[in-house]
């Protein structure tokens, strides 16, 4: 099915852990993004790409790395995880003005 | 900074009642004005985008509007169904640039059968 597709959907962590939430998407976007949502809270951008090997952060890029290696492929890294960082994560792309969004990312720091 | 407030935060309605959602921002310089929909456990759907040269917008059931002077959009469901139960988001976009969304933090919206 065409679309953002998140992995995994859940995953619980303990602190000073390192993982990767992957993104892939095959609509051929070039722009790709990375949201966070906490409750009572809106959504922040973490993360975004305009395109392969380019990268920027958003409002709240502490705690994550990314990298853009082609245009499906949009990681997430955390190199170690806190507490705080716990959250549901979503991966959105954009050609034009429409968004994409994946299913999202349940994350537990504990 | 673009702040993006949504009001009510929750709303139970009967089914059938026609209803306004409202979304306020901060910023004029808004580029669009986006209402997505999500579901508890699923991401976001998007309903209906205003660029900030149009004043609405029409799909179905939905009509969003927008009014750049004051700061203000908002998003009328007519005819509301229990399927429409579900938390609306507002997002702003500025331009001239590659920044992201601002998002509110939702109106949760429950249709009573």
């Known amino acids: 099915n065409a679309g953002v597709t998140q992995t995994p959907k859940f995953q619980v962590l303990k602190t000073g852990q390192s993982m990767t939430l992957q993104c892939a998407q095959d609509?051929?976007?070039?722009?790709m993004s990375w949201y966070r949502q906490d409750p009572g809270m809106g959504l922040r951008l973490i993360h975004y790409?305009?395109?392969?090997?380019?990268?920027d952060q958003g409002e709240v890029p502490n705690g994550y790395n990314v990298s853009r290696s082609t245009t499906e492929d949009f990681p997430l890294r955390l190199l170690s995880a806190a507490p705080s960082q716990t959250s549901v994560y979503f991966c959105?792309?954009?050609?034009?003005?429409?968004?994409?969004f994946g299913s999202g990312t349940r994350l537990t720091v504990v | 900074k673009q702040e993006v407030t949504q009001i009510p935060a929750a709303l139970s309605v009967p089914e059938g009642e026609n209803l306004v959602l409202n979304c306020s921002f901060t910023?004029?310089?808004?580029?669009?004005l986006q209402w997505f929909r999500q579901d508890p456990g699923k991401g976001l759907t998007s309903l209906l985008l205003?660029?900030?040269?149009?004043r609405e917008q029409t799909s179905g059931r939905l009509n969003a509007s927008l009014d750049k002077s004051s700061g203000r959009s908002t998003l009328y469901i007519a005819a509301s169904q229990p399927g429409d139960s579900a938390t609306y988001l507002c997002?702003?976009?500025?331009?001239?640039?590659?920044?992201?969304?601002?998002f509110g933090k939702g109106t949760h919206l429950i249709i009573q059968p």
């Open positions: 959105a792309s954009k050609q034009g003005q429409g968004y994409t």
């Open positions: 609509m051929n976007h070039e722009y």
């Open positions: 790409s305009v395109g392969a090997g380019i990268t």
């Open positions: 910023d004029s310089a808004i580029y669009n």
């Open positions: 205003i660029q900030s040269s149009q």
């Open positions: 997002a702003g976009r500025r331009g001239g640039g590659a920044d992201g969304l601002t």
